[in-house]
Structures are given as structure tokens and as C-alpha cells.
């Protein structure tokens, strides 16, 4: 198999550039529209979270953005933000340091910074889900805890098969650092320990044979450790596309996480 080929997504989906433009037109329209507060949860630049509030006691949710642990920042997915506010559900977007600059195990350690602030701020532990590499950290939270459930959209659950990719040039990970921050390797959230048990694995039917894979794969190895998982390919959806019914306050996604937020 091409590993090369199954992992750039933005070669597999040429027209991309238009569909990440259309992101950030969404999201400049949900900034100005309902401007969020900015949280800082360390002392780096690229340590903040935009804050979109739907009420003083409104459950919250945790979004952490994708791009390889290597580009984007939350200014790309304010986007996300109304539909979840419209439906009673207050979201924090998070932006994290890039590789090469830092280590993959850095950025980890920033999610887990920003989700244990949010938990201060709320006393709860957040929903949280992220796409791609943000599904990766959104299954690293739910695995230690810190997290009351989890949606991953089109993650990468284990990271070996990027280690020969260009991918892993920014990473610099080799085959023992590439497992040791796999989630796939990690606990299953089993009900053994504090935080949440439930793991959606989601991602388009129309993504590679690979990113299809990985998802099936996390949701099946988890659920046979006794964490509560959910396997759905979301027909004629790709990579980029299938974040769009993020952005429909009654779309199926969406109202499953409004689901996991306040239950």
C-alpha cells in the first residue's frame, strides 16, 4: 500500500484550497457574529482557546483542530461554534504550538492543560472532539480521564504508518515515539477510572482506505477493552467535507455531541 498516498489528504482531495477557504469564510462570519472570549490556558502565544458561551450554565464542549500537528489554528473553526450554541452547548476552540517547533508530546500535553482549565472553569470534565489530528487528541483526553466523552472525526489512532510518510518530516517521530503516542495503544476508557467511556469514531466513506481503517480499527480495539465505541463512515464525505454538518444545527453529528455535552 502507498502510505505516502493514503495519508495526504490534500492531494486526494484536489479541490481542498476552496473547501478550506469556505472554513474560514464561516468562521470570520461566527466571529463577528457572536465575538467569543479568548482563554489563555498557558503562557505560549498559540496556548489560547476562543470561548463561544451559550448561557451562564450551559454545558460545554472542547473542538481541537486538525492539519498533521503542523499547520491551522483555532481562527480556522469558529465556524463550528453556532450550531452548537443553538442548541444550548457552549464550545471552546483551541489553538496548540505546531510541529516542528515542538514535539508531538508537547502538544499533547497542551490539550491536556486546556482541557483541565475548562473543567476548573465548569467543575465538569469537557466533551471534546476534534478532526484528524484533533480526533487523535480528543481519544489521548478521553483515555486519561479528562474528557466525559469523546467524538473523533477522521482521526489517526496510530501513528506508525507515518513514521516513512513526508507527514512525519515536521514530526520527527521514529517507531517507538510514533506507538508510545498512539491512542490506540493507550487504556480504553472502561469505566476503571474517572471521566467518560464513550468513543465515536467517525469519518467520510469517501476518505481513504487508510483514514477508513484507522477509525474502524480504534472503535473495534476500544470496544473490545470495554469502552463504550461507535463506528460510522458518513456516506459521500471526504476529509474536508465531512466536517460540513458541523455547521447544521440539526445534522446527526452535531446532535450526537449535543447529546454527549449534556448528558
Sequence with gaps: MDLEAQYNNRAAVPDH??????WKAQAEAARAAHPPTLIRYGPGEREVMDLFEAGPD???????????????????????????????????????????????????GQM??????????????????????????????????????AVAISGVFDLEPLVTTSINAALGLNRLEARALSPIHWPAPNGGAPGGTVLDCVVGADETAEFVRQSRDMAATWGARGAETRFEALPSLNHFTVLSPLTDPGSPLVQRIVELAKS
Design 112 to 149: 491536556r492543560k486546556a482541557a483541565g482549565m475548562l473543567r476548573e472553569r465548569t467543575g465538569k470534565r469537557p466533551m471534546v472532539f476534534g478532526h484528524s489530528a484533533g480526533g487523535h487528541l480528543a481519544a489521548c483526553l478521553l483515555s486519561e480521564g479528562r474528557a466525559s466523552a
Design 17 to 22: 484550497p476552496a473547501l478550506m477557504a469556505a
Design 58 to 108: 450551559a454545558p460545554i464542549a472542547l473542538f481541537i483542530h486538525g492539519g498533521y500537528w503542523q499547520a491551522l489554528d483555532k481562527d480556522w473553526f469558529s465556524g463550528v461554534a453556532p450550531a452548537l450554541v443553538s442548541n444550548g452547548v457552549s464550545l471552546a476552540v483551541a489553538s496548540y504550538d505546531l510541529c516542528p517547533t515542538v514535539r508531538l508530546a508537547r502538544i499533547v
